[in-house]
């Protein structure tokens, strides 16, 4: 169902005896036989068994090793309508209308699950509507939202040691200066993450949910330029129809002082 350079991903059948059958995703991260790589790997799966099951995240359910290449397969739940990018793109696609009871309950669990991160000191570092899941989202149903927090580990999900992502997405995040328009400015500037930065991204994530996906800064079509713009302190405007409250809070995520930044 995906692929980027350095893992695969595939939709399984998992039969559990005496139990009921369940759709997952299978990660097969590639190169994860390599020793170096393996250590960094384990340590971040005991990160992730450490975070434990979670309603708002991505829950790993098994690790298994490929035979032939050593290369580390991870059983996760999988996400039946995909990525919350793509949701709030076919939204709009197809002229539907998100209710806001809805969207504040995607922010809501969202959040959560970040909150979550945070207190094991774990740094998403990549937060935005594309490491979003989702597994029910219709557009006036807010009691059925349900959402996850993904892509939450650097070796996982495809990080160098510089920061820069890896893996290809469905945006235009695949390089770092893709990425930009989700970074704070002490990240742009001193490639500094903390869960400082993450609040940054996640108040472009609310700015995602209020605008059904379109991209941050969309009116900038270079992505080179948008790293300065922000450090030189352009911020998102507000969204068409967003409470001024929701996007109070986006400013606050947006702050230039890491320190008045609102926490998880």
Do not use: N
Not at 3 to 12: D, E, F, M, N, P
């Amino acid at each position: 169902v995906g692929s980027g350079s350095s893992k695969l991903v595939y939709k399984a059948r998992w039969l559990q005896p005496h139990a009921s059958t369940a759709d997952v995703a299978i990660l097969r991260i590639r190169g994860s036989g390599a020793t170096a790589r393996r250590q960094a790997l384990e340590q971040e799966l005991k990160t992730w068994h450490q975070l434990g099951r979670h309603r708002s995240l991505l829950g790993l359910l098994a690790v298994t090793v490929e035979p032939s290449s050593g290369d580390y397969c991870l059983v996760t739940e999988y996400a039946c309508q995909g990525s919350l990018e793509r949701t709030l793109r076919s939204f709009a696609e197809e002229e539907e209308t998100i209710g806001e009871l809805v969207q504040l309950e995607v922010a809501r669990q969202i959040c959560d699950g970040m909150e979550q991160l945070s207190l094991h000191e774990v740094v998403h570092r990549e937060l935005a509507a594309r490491s979003v899941l989702v597994w029910s989202l219709q557009g006036q149903d807010h009691l059925g939202v349900r959402v996850k927090v993904a892509d939450y580990g650097r070796w996982i999900m495809g990080w160098r040691g510089d920061g820069v992502s890896r893996v290809g997405s469905e945006s235009s995040a695949g390089s770092r200066a893709g990425r930009a328009r989700w970074m704070a400015p002490e990240s742009l500037l001193r490639h500094r993450y903390s869960e400082k930065s993450d609040v940054w991204a996640f108040g472009v994530t609310l700015w995602e949910v209020w605008t059904y996906g379109k991209v941050p800064y969309w009116a900038i079509t270079d992505d080179e330029l948008v790293g300065p713009k922000v450090v030189d302190g352009e911020r998102l405007a507000a969204p068409a129809a967003c409470p001024p409250a929701v996007y109070a809070i986006m400013r606050e995520c947006w702050r230039e002082k890491i320190k008045e930044r609102p926490s998880f």
